[in-house]
């Protein structure tokens, strides 16, 4: 593994009962690096987002994060990792209903000993970012399709992630809010330099990013 | 455990939040409204004998004389000797005893019932000075009655009056209300304990049916241990043999026959299917609340909340939910308890504690104490309740909280 590589998945297999989802995929991305995963659906894309990000073990293979070799560690382990490491896209926000746009950007962090005012100015700062300065008190349900989706962006990048998992981030936005959100994914690959492995389905998105890999059943094309 | 996230989560979720908390508050209002009642019970059975400064009484039945003439004991009350009263004031647990002679007097035209009263016991029927409407109490070494009030209207007789009983003259020097008195041990006539022994001592047909020497008596006013009451019980019975009668909180508590009244078990098992209700009820509707947020449950996990985390935090909204729940089903039973208080209970005084001859007017009615049912919920019970209240609450979300914290975040958050 090069000295730059920060994820690398190696022979990755995942079988739900007889159904095998992914076959045998390797796959590496690199420090900084803005790699697009494309394919139709069910081909398997999904699944191996999982298994890279360590939200599902593989039936078979390894999976290397950061220069640890994650595969073998237990739930709590992986979890413990991610909250350090690792930030989540998804492609339906979710957000929990109850709290703030502040809150729900800080979620991360409720589990570490800290102030609450630190918590908020980390989350505050981040929304900024965002443009959602303004929205910072706002529950979910007050936000558009757009904010949520900015709201989850901060709140993957509030633990300063190495590498950010996207899975499907437009997939429930109108054309012009997806463009928005990738913009602001491409500025934090370009400006941040947080590696950023995205699942999507549409080429055109794919385009923008520095790679692209695409998956047929279960299996990498190119 | 987040503090924010948790309050945000139950204010939000209000309707959730209110179920769980309506539904465990009645199974815990059920449980200190059972207990509270059960508890009135018992201290209504107390009431009869505490008026009357005991917690038992003691009596030995035994035979009348075929003729009814002069004094007489009632056959509910016969000789209790002088030596089997020291033996039982010396019982572990006896912290007093009180006596007093009851005598039914037949005169040619008249039939009292008189009631001797060691007047410097503050156990037993002295305590009748409290209850004199006119005149005064009893004084030492004179010869001298109190008479009930109804019976002297009925009879004509004034204060300072002389009446006779059984051929020995008694000025009347005060009056007493038999509708403030005890139930128990009840007379148209009180005389000093001294005249009563005399009058007992000297009546042929009494001393035909039941020897009878200066010194002994036939009622038995014991305070006692509460604990150690019901061993009392037995020893005294031991003692005066299987014709003594033998009166406690808990023979009263019989009488009553409330169900609440028959037996602590009764109480324990309608209590325990209180807590088993309450605790269903919190288990279904935490069980539904939880498996609403296994998505959420999925976020938490998959941005880096542990297994423990995940736990704590659904924990700590269950007992807070079962806390509320409890201070709620507490003040149910406070309201509840406030409506039941106004309840009335008779207590039967069963009529060998209060003996009046048969063919006398009201002789065979039954007299009972009527009282406002106490019905009050101890802080015990209440804090025993809250406590409760959490435990469930802690037992509820951590079981559910380490069933759900297993699930896998991928299973949860698949986009549809």
């Given at each position: 593994m090069s000295k730059s590589t920060i994820l690398s998945g190696t022979d990755l297999s995942k079988k739900y009962g007889d159904l095998e989802?992914?076959?045998g995929v390797s796959l590496a991305v690199n420090e900084g690096e803005f790699v697009c995963l494309v394919g139709k659906?069910?081909?398997?894309k999904t699944t191996l987002l999982s298994l890279l990000s360590g939200l599902e073990k593989p039936t078979k293979g390894k999976v290397t994060l950061d220069g640890r070799?994650?595969?073998?560690?237990?739930e709590d382990e992986l979890a413990l990792f991610r909250r350090d490491n690792v930030g989540f896209i998804f492609q339906s926000f979710?957000?929990?209903?109850?709290?703030?746009a502040w809150e729900n950007v800080a979620l991360p962090l409720f589990?570490?000993?800290?102030?609450n005012e630190e918590r908020r100015r980390r989350a505050t700062e981040l929304l900024g970012k965002m443009e959602l300065g303004h929205r910072?008190?706002?529950?979910?349900?007050?936000?558009s399709g757009g904010e949520k989706q900015r709201v989850a962006i901060a709140r993957a990048l509030v633990n300063n992630p190495r590498i950010i998992f996207a899975d499907e981030?437009?997939?429930?936005?109108d054309s012009s809010t997806g463009e928005a959100i990738m913009g602001i994914l491409n500025r934090l690959h370009r400006d941040e330099g947080v590696a950023i492995l995205m699942v999507t389905h549409e080429d055109e998105l794919a385009k923008t990013a520095n790679r692209l890999i695409r998956m047929k059943d279960g299996e990498i094309m190119s | 455990m987040n503090l924010r996230y948790m309050v945000k989560e139950l204010y939000y979720q209000k309707r959730r939040t209110l179920m769980s908390i309506l539904g465990l508050s009645i199974g815990i209002a059920l449980l200190i409204i059972l207990n509270a009642l059960s508890l009135a019970y018992r201290q209504a059975a107390h009431v009869p004998l505490r008026e009357i400064g005991a917690d038992i009484t003691v009596q030995r039945s035994g035979d009348v004389p075929k003729d009814l003439a002069g004094a007489v004991f009632p056959c509910s009350a016969v000789t209790i000797r002088k030596e089997e009263v020291e033996k039982i004031e010396k019982l572990?647990?006896?912290r007093g005893i009180g006596t007093g002679l009851l005598l039914w007097v037949f005169d040619p035209n008249r039939a009292w019932i008189v009631l001797g009263i060691?007047?410097?016991?503050?156990?037993?029927?002295?305590?009748?000075r409290s209850s004199v409407t006119e005149g005064r109490f009893l004084e030492d070494g004179k010869l001298e009655a109190l008479v009930e009030v109804a019976y002297a209207r009925q009879f004509g007789i004034s204060l300072n009056d002389t009446i006779s009983v059984a051929d020995k003259k008694f000025p009347v020097v005060g009056f007493v209300d038999a509708s403030r008195a005890?139930?128990?041990?009840?007379?148209n006539v009180y005389l000093p304990l001294k005249e009563a022994e005399d009058l007992a001592a000297s009546s042929k047909e009494l001393q035909s049916v039941s020897p009878y020497a200066p010194g002994d008596v036939n009622l038995l006013f014991i305070k006692a241990d509460q604990e150690k009451i019901t061993g009392l019980a037995s020893e005294m019975k031991a003692i005066l043999g299987s014709k003594a009668t033998v009166a406690t909180p808990d023979s009263f508590l019989k009488l009553l026959g409330s169900l609440f009244a028959l037996s602590d078990k009764f109480t324990l098992a309608a209590s325990l299917i209180a807590i088993i209700v309450a605790v269903l009820i919190a288990f279904k509707t935490m069980a539904g609340n939880i498996a609403e947020r296994a998505r959420e449950i999925g976020v938490l996990k998959a941005v880096g909340w542990t297994h423990r985390n995940v736990v704590a935090q659904l924990m700590a909204e269950s007992v807070i939910q079962c806390f509320l729940a409890g201070i709620l089903g507490l003040l149910i039973a406070l309201v509840a308890s406030f409506g039941l208080s106004f309840m009335k209970v008779n207590i039967p005084i069963p009529w060998e504690m209060s003996p009046t001859p048969h063919?006398?007017?009201?002789?065979?009615d039954q007299i009972f104490k009527t009282?406002?049912?106490?019905v009050h919920i101890p802080w015990t019970l209440a804090s025993f309740a809250v406590l409760l209240s959490i435990i469930i609450g802690g037992m509820t979300g951590g079981l559910l909280g380490r069933h759900i914290s297993r699930i896998k975040p991928s299973e949860v958050l698949r986009h549809e």
């Open positions: 989802v992914v076959k659906s069910g081909c398997g070799e994650i595969t073998a560690s237990s979710n957000l929990i209903p109850t709290l703030s589990p570490i000993k800290m102030t910072i008190e706002h529950l979910p349900s007050a936000l981030p437009t997939g429930n936005l | 572990p647990g006896v060691g007047k410097e016991n503050s156990i037993g029927p002295s305590l009748l005890p139930k128990i041990a009840l007379a063919f006398l007017p009201g002789g065979g009282l406002r049912l106490p």
